[in-house]
């Protein structure tokens, strides 16, 4: 059976992955992230939902109508089935929605999909082109396999978690959810493979995505230097492992300022403008091995020069002699800098309801494409009927019986 082409579905966006299809089958974030991803691409994404909602939908403190923060922040482009898959008719629901796409991603604990009559390999024998992503905590085998896990508890085991916060201080989460968020990108990055792979040898396949490998994976460098060298490095702070000169200082007006001087020339530069050139002849800061192994005598030097003068005297003056700087920003000063804007790196959404929202936006262009509009997040279950109707032909009487039996449901149906 080969993969079969889905219809356009009303308000599908034009994209490099148009003509896909993705069954959506996951909550919370990872999952989400990575179908928002792939949607923002061109993919129809179908988001199949319990009665009850995707989780986030609920998750406080702010709100626009019935609808979690979190969760418009990363379900734009997708359309909504609310499926009892408790019942019989709901899991045959799911299963044929399955056979009639592309791709399917779930979150479910490891073996929860089999229960419920999805079972990759069994649906993989009807639909050999079925691409299959789980995406879990610790994976589908192993010694972890059962356990929860969140993205705090990956950060945590994978040893990210114990680089982050001042040096001597104790360690703390990332601001940003890096456990999450990266599960969702190696998850777009294995579908996508595994479709460009398909369409050479038309086969599908299981992909087993796990949020503790992707961190361990992010270790990077810090993995390198511990596999080889045996170091066990504590909270990184400020400051860089190989850098002196690749810091944050504090400023005169209290703001950070992020320097990455990591060439000699970069680092003379900048002792020119600071002031402090007479450090260019001692020779413990010579070179950068220099500077790095003396940085307890040099830091201070630093530290007492960025503050004679606020943070963008500093970042004016480094620019223009071409080296990196950057202010650290607040959130509000991020989202509204004329670099982010200029990207349209905050995207506006608005739906027939009334509902206008700003988000976070896709950082994916394309040289050809000007800037498309997006889909507004789904209201639970909206698009449940014409769903059905496209993708599987069902007819209107065989439609409102799911309604009627309460394998569907649609929020914005006045009598559902």
Same mark, same amino acid.
């Given at each position: 059976?080969?993969?079969?082409?889905?219809?356009?579905?009303?308000?599908?966006?034009?994209?490099?992955?148009?003509?896909?299809?993705?069954?959506?089958?996951?909550?919370?974030?990872?999952?989400?992230?990575?179908?928002?991803?792939?949607?923002?691409?061109?993919?129809?994404?179908?988001?199949?939902?319990?009665?009850?909602?995707?989780?986030?939908?609920?998750?406080?403190?702010?709100?626009?109508?019935?609808?979690?923060?979190?969760?418009?922040?990363?379900?734009?482009?997708?359309?909504?089935?609310?499926?009892?898959?408790?019942?019989?008719?709901?899991?045959?629901?799911?299963?044929?929605?399955?056979?009639?796409?592309?791709?399917?991603?779930?979150?479910?604990?490891?073996?929860?999909?089999?229960?419920? &009559?999805?079972?990759?390999?069994?649906?993989?024998?009807?639909?050999?082109?079925?691409?299959?992503?789980?995406?879990?905590?610790?994976? $589908?085998?192993?010694?972890?396999?059962?356990?929860?896990?969140?993205? +705090?508890?990956? $950060?945590?085991?994978?040893?990210?978690?114990?680089?982050?916060?001042?040096?001597? &201080?104790?360690?703390?989460?990332?601001?940003?959810?890096?456990?999450?968020?990266?599960?969702?990108?190696?998850?777009?990055?294995?579908?996508?493979?595994?479709?460009?792979?398909?369409?050479?040898? &038309?086969?599908?396949?299981?992909?087993?995505?796990? +949020?503790?490998?992707?961190?361990?994976?992010?270790?990077?460098?810090?993995?390198?230097?511990?596999?080889?060298?045996?170091?066990?490095?504590?909270?990184?702070?400020?400051?860089?492992?190989?850098?002196?000169?690749?810091?944050?200082?504090?400023?005169?007006?209290?703001?950070?300022?992020?320097?990455?001087?990591?060439?000699?020339?970069?680092?003379?530069?900048?002792?020119?403008?600071?002031?402090?050139?007479?450090?260019?002849?001692?020779?413990?800061?010579?070179?950068?091995?220099?500077?790095?192994?003396?940085?307890?005598?040099?830091?201070?030097?630093?530290?007492?020069?960025?503050?004679?003068?606020?943070?963008?005297?500093?970042?004016?003056?480094?620019?223009?002699?071409?080296?990196?700087?950057?202010?650290?920003?607040?959130?509000?000063?991020?989202?509204?800098?004329?670099?982010?804007?200029?990207?349209?790196?905050?995207?506006?959404?608005?739906?027939?309801?009334?509902?206008?929202?700003?988000?976070?936006?896709?950082?994916?262009?394309?040289?050809?494409?000007?800037?498309?509009?997006?889909?507004?997040?789904?209201?639970?279950?909206?698009?449940?009927?014409?769903?059905?109707?496209?993708?599987?032909?069902?007819?209107?009487?065989?439609?409102?019986?799911?309604?009627?039996?309460?394998?569907?449901?649609?929020?914005?149906?006045?009598?559902?």
């Amino acid at each position: 059976m080969s993969s079969p082409a889905p219809t356009t579905p009303t308000g599908t966006r034009p994209g490099p992955l148009g003509g896909l299809r993705i069954l959506d089958l996951t909550q919370f974030l990872s999952g989400p992230y990575a179908t928002q991803i792939l949607g923002d691409l061109g993919a129809e994404v179908i988001k199949v939902e319990p009665h009850s909602g995707d989780a986030s939908r609920s998750i406080p403190p702010y709100f626009v109508g019935e609808d979690s923060a979190y969760y418009l922040s990363v379900n734009r482009n997708k359309r909504s089935l609310a499926v009892d898959m408790k019942q019989p008719a709901g899991r045959e629901l799911v299963r044929a929605l399955a056979l009639r796409s592309d791709a399917l991603i779930e979150n479910f604990r490891p073996g929860v999909a089999a229960k419920l &009559g999805l079972d990759p390999a069994a649906l993989q024998a009807e639909h050999p082109g079925l691409v299959w992503c789980s995406l879990s905590g610790f994976g $589908q085998d192993g010694p972890y396999r059962e356990l929860p896990a969140y993205d +705090m508890i990956v $950060q945590a085991l994978s040893g990210g978690m114990s680089m982050t916060g001042e040096r001597d &201080g104790l360690p703390v989460r990332s601001g940003i959810p890096l456990g999450d968020l990266a599960a969702g990108m190696f998850s777009v990055i294995a579908i996508q493979s595994a479709l460009l792979e398909r369409a050479r040898t &038309g086969r599908g396949r299981l992909i087993d995505v796990a +949020m503790l490998d992707c961190q361990v994976s992010m270790l990077s460098y810090q993995a390198a230097y511990h596999l080889i060298a045996g170091v066990v490095p504590g909270p990184q702070g400020r400051e860089h492992d190989s850098f002196a000169t690749y810091r944050t200082f504090i400023a005169g007006d209290g703001v950070n300022v992020v320097v990455c001087a990591n060439t000699d020339r970069m680092w003379e530069d900048m002792a020119a403008e600071l002031g402090v050139a007479h450090l260019l002849a001692d020779p413990r800061y010579r070179s950068n091995a220099d500077r790095h192994a003396n940085r307890d005598t040099l830091l201070p030097e630093l530290d007492r020069a960025f503050r004679s003068h606020d943070a963008q005297h500093w970042v004016d003056r480094f620019r223009a002699r071409g080296i990196p700087v950057g202010s650290v920003n607040t959130l509000d000063r991020a989202l509204s800098d004329p670099q982010v804007l200029h990207r349209q790196m905050v995207l506006p959404l608005a739906d027939a309801r009334g509902h206008d929202i700003r988000v976070a936006g896709n950082p994916i262009r394309f040289a050809d494409e000007a800037q498309a509009s997006h889909r507004y997040p789904p209201a639970l279950g909206e698009d449940g009927a014409q769903v059905i109707a496209e993708v599987l032909g069902w007819d209107d009487a065989r439609i409102d019986s799911l309604f009627a039996s309460g394998v569907l449901r649609d929020a914005t149906r006045p009598s559902s």
